[in-house]
RNA sequence: GCGGGCGUGGUGGAACUGGUAGACACGCCGGCCUUAGGAGCCGGUGGGCGAAAGCCCUUGGGGGUUCGAGUCCCUCCGCCCGCACCA
């Protein structure tokens, strides 16, 4: 018999070669808009094509092809595509460094991806590949700025914008990252007063919450959004300005501390402080303490511990409920972005407001007591539940929670404030001072304001310019021929929005666009969206769970208000994968442990180390990169291989549907027997994400196939081999291939999911446990269809269990029919 | 501080609904084959006692529920992630 070699570097191209030549993966949209066979989306995260793909992306794409895989041999149609999310600040920057055009560096990397892609054997669907830079995409894009615009949700604001001084852009409150650092480049964030882009995603507050009941997402990717969210109860009170007339509305979520309340407190960027402060003793202060502020960084504001500061504003505003003046600060624990940006303090019931009173020498003041009989430390700050105390003689004695209602009742009646609900969420700043960008398809007219371009127009395509360097206002305004246009309306002169969008507003529709990738009508047609979306399982990193996750619900919803969607949830399923790490760090080139996947690939080729990545645990947690554990799999697969070549070679000629036989014994019927289990293993285990366990499963009937080589009829061996190649092919797709053609003269792909035999998962006999007092005595063997009294029997008479039981009376028998059966004894 | 997750051999991990803890793999030890092996094959491998049969211990610590707990409950310790002056 010849010497049967592994040689990954002869199978996997052989095999993609047949998949590229053939078309196999790509799926065509059904006329009728479904109805068919059923269908499936599987999605991984498109990529982001900066340099050469890591090994996150081999994870990633390799846990979506073995769903798509899966799903494709369950029977169904399978929509399984790839693009590149292209525009982005990484590609400028290069651009600011080496002069080379964006559009250049970013053809590069696409495609070396695309390369990799194919080396990998990944199955996609090439025909609807798209990237977010091309005009043909982005038109889209702008033509749903423009329905957005249309509908109140696009809108241009005055705001206080954080501003990254080093990328020279405005940012969105989730690209600042807790430190208040620019997400990108660590840069600190600034604050300043720009005219900027906002989709208004606060309209959604409420159903982006609610709605994440009903769709399978991990956890705690839920929790993240509910908590970005941020919904609170509460009441909105209106607390006056007598002086100057001016009615100032706070909210808080405690309307049953209202009697506590002494003082009153604005954030520094609130519009009326300077205004309030205007003409009195402390104005200069003011002026100071504003100006100090607005200069300070997130980091060192946002930081909880440091002693709270602020300064009279010289004035004071009617408490509603009880007509007391509270004099008015300036203080920098009040923040603009949430709420109304000003507060009724009330220090005996908030530790901030305690931490200030105490600071300023102000009067605190309790309302709330504990129960009686509680054993809740009455120490102030009080901040737990109790009754009220001092209020009013209508609420006194109240236990708290039901005095919300009935005080928030009552200011409504009196028209001095109202139930409210606040939100975390703000709006969404999409406006970049940037080059590498959407344009936004806006213009800008003396008589006409802000003219949307006919959509005729679309796409405005990114001008070329020579200078990408940032100067605080977008590259685009120096290409001067492009920004001078004439209205549409009046055709009079006009000039062009210069800003671009953020690239999140590309990726939250990109999957859309694959259900109907060549359309040049329009962004898509609705038949083909009905067909496949939403999407039944979306892949991706952790990363994204607040920012792209949230965008994109955004987008499905508001895009379904406007009719041109009938769902509202764009990812039915979510499966975020862990990151692969090397000496459990981070890899990264400063420090030097990182695995290249293509080098990888040269050494063992894509199959070990697509399956390895699976195998080495879970795919959702973070795991640790270990040569040693990937030779392991790369033996695996060397073994599969050869005994399967060996096996055909021994058969002759290959047998299409290859069998056991009829009424296997002995070890043929234990073969078979495991390969059964191995199927109905590998099958439960695709269906929950466990990988790990179904590779487990695929080697142990590896091993039995090896050890019964020699003892089992050939049919029988080819037909284990066979469907242990079979179960495999969703992991190692290129090895499975050629074992299983090798043996059966068949393509692995085309044929269905392998069925388990009900029949062989039973087994006539088993090993029962015998326990006594609930440890392990002995182990019988007993008939599957023994009844429990002969189950009892069995364990009774067991050797070892009568020498535990020792003449002791049996108080309880526990019988668990193919299980155990556990003696109690006293 | 709030919310979520986790803690199992020398290592990665398995044990899905409470029912034989440690599947599978790495590593290590021993053997076979070989001129040689960083190739391949076979065997062993949680700890302790024992010649063996077997017994005891063991899933971060302590307690509880149960015939039976890695799994459920309480409590403490440690680690990871998200949010955090959010009124």
Redesign the pocket.
Known sequence: MAEQRYDPHEIEPRWQEVWANERTWEVGNDPEGGGGAPCSYVLEMLPYPSGEPHIGHLKCYSVGDAIAHFHRRLGRRVLHPMGYDAFGLPAENHAIKTGEHPRDSTATSIASFQRQFHSWGISIDWSREIATHEPSYYRWTQWIFLELFRAGLAYRKEAAVKWCPHDQTVLA??QV??DGRCERCGALVEIRQLEQWFLRITDYAERLLGDLEGIDW???VK??Q???I?R?E?AEVTFRCEELGIDYP?????PDTLFGATFF?M?PEHPDVLRLAEGTPNEMEVRQYVNRTLNES?EE????E?P??GVPLGRTVTNPVNGEQLPMYV????????????????PAH????F??AAAFDLPVRSVIAPAPGSEADPSLPFTGDGVLVDSHADFDGMQNRAAIAAIVHWLDREGKGHASV?Y?LRDWLVSRQRYWGCPIPVTYCETCGIVPVPEAELPVRLPDIDDYTPKGRSPLAAAEDWVRTTCAECGGPARRETDTMDTFVDSSWYFLRYCDASNHEAAWDPRPLREWMPVDQYIGG??H??LHLMYARFFCKALADLGHLDFQEPFSALFTQGMVTKDGTKMSKSRGNVVSPAALIERVGSDTARAYIL????PD????W?D??M??????L??LW?LAAETAERAGEPVPEPSAAAYPDGDDLALVRKTHWAIE?VS??LR?F?F??A???V??L??DC??LRDDVELDTLRFSLASGASLLFPFAPHVCADAYSLLTGQRVWEQPWPEADEAMLESDS??L?C?V???????VQASADASSETLGELCRAA??VK??VNGREIV?E?V?PG??V?L?VR
């Open positions: 409150n989730e990252d807790a991990p956890e705690h929790t993240m509910r908590n970005w941020g609170s509460g706070v909210f808080t979520t405690r407190v954030a997130n504001r946002g930081n909880a440091k709270k500061t203080a920098d624990y009040v923040l603009m972005e949430y709420g109304t940006g000003a507060i009724m303090a009330v908030d530790e901030r407001d931490a200030f606040n975390r952790v990363e769970a607040i195998f080495v645990g879970p947690q973070d795991a640790d270990s040693e554990g030779e392991g799999v790369h033996r695996f060397s073994r050869r293993k439960g285990d929950r466990a790990n366990t590779i487990a499963a080697m142990e590896l091993n090896s050890r088993y090993e446990v326990q007092n609930g440890k392990v005595r002995d182990r050797p070892n020498a535990h309880k526990i668990v299980k155990l556990n109690v």
